[in-house]
């Protein structure tokens, strides 16, 4: 049975449009009305912590404070245990092209870099390729009350990479038990599994009783 929650409009806090999309999608049942941080112009303010949780906490706050809304932030990031679960906290740094390429040609990240940064690391480790996707919602208050739910998807790296219904790293991402990566799975799979759909599923019975 869900609940009445304590707000009917919600801030997404990120500029990722990936994010946006799946937890608008994850969102969709419950019938709060969303707005994304980048409609709504709002700074991206840096994360400055070295944990998912301390990152999502700024992002919301910043969200939340900026709009006078609630606000629900997504930290997330791949933990591969063959590089000591890098590139975690700085999976996206991993993907962000040098300011002047940046300046010439628009595009901020290229993940298809990072992807291989991961496989060439891994490789030379010759260690097992096993890693998680690990994901902090945070929910913060204009008043500065914030809470964190946070999930996790175990799997494991694989070479090449495969599909395009994702973003980020799950082309070169299967979760145990998959023969398909992330980006070749269906996103209302990719919903039942995730590291996203984890932490929303905590996020859910905390705030709607869910
Ligand atoms: P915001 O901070 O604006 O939310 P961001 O992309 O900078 O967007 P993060 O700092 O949390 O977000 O970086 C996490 C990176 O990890 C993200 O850019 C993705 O590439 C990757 N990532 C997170 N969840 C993922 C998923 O479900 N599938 C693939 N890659 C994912």
């Given at each position: 049975m869900i609940q009445k929650p304590p707000f009917d409009k919600l801030v997404?806090?990120?500029?990722n449009k990936g994010k946006v999309r799946e937890i608008s999608e994850l969102m969709a049942p419950l019938g709060v009305s969303t707005v994304s941080a980048g409609e709504l112009g709002l700074a991206e303010p840096p994360e400055?912590?070295?944990?998912f949780a301390g990152n999502a906490r700024i992002k919301a706050l910043a969200s939340a404070r900026g709009s006078g809304m609630p606000a629900l932030s997504d930290d997330s990031g791949l933990a591969v245990d063959g590089l000591d679960?890098?590139?975690?906290?700085y999976a996206a740094d991993w993907a962000e092209l040098p300011k002047s390429e940046r300046e010439r040609t628009?595009?901020?990240?290229d993940f298809d870099m990072a992807m291989w940064h991961v496989w060439d690391k891994l490789s030379a480790s010759s260690k097992a390729p096993t890693a998680r996707f690990i994901c902090a919602l945070c929910l913060a208050f204009p008043d500065g009350t914030s809470h964190v739910y946070e999930g996790t998807v175990e799997g494991e790296i694989v070479w090449p990479p495969r599909g395009d219904?994702?973003?980020?790293?799950?082309?070169?991402f299967r979760a145990l038990g998959d023969v398909q990566t992330f980006a070749e799975i269906e996103p209302s799979e990719k919903h039942a599994k995730s590291h996203r759909a984890d932490a929303f599923a905590k996020f859910l019975k905390a705030q709607f009783g869910a």
């Open positions: 997404l806090a990120t500029h400055t912590e070295t944990t679960g890098a590139p975690g906290v628009g595009v901020r990240r219904k994702g973003f980020g790293y799950d082309p070169i």
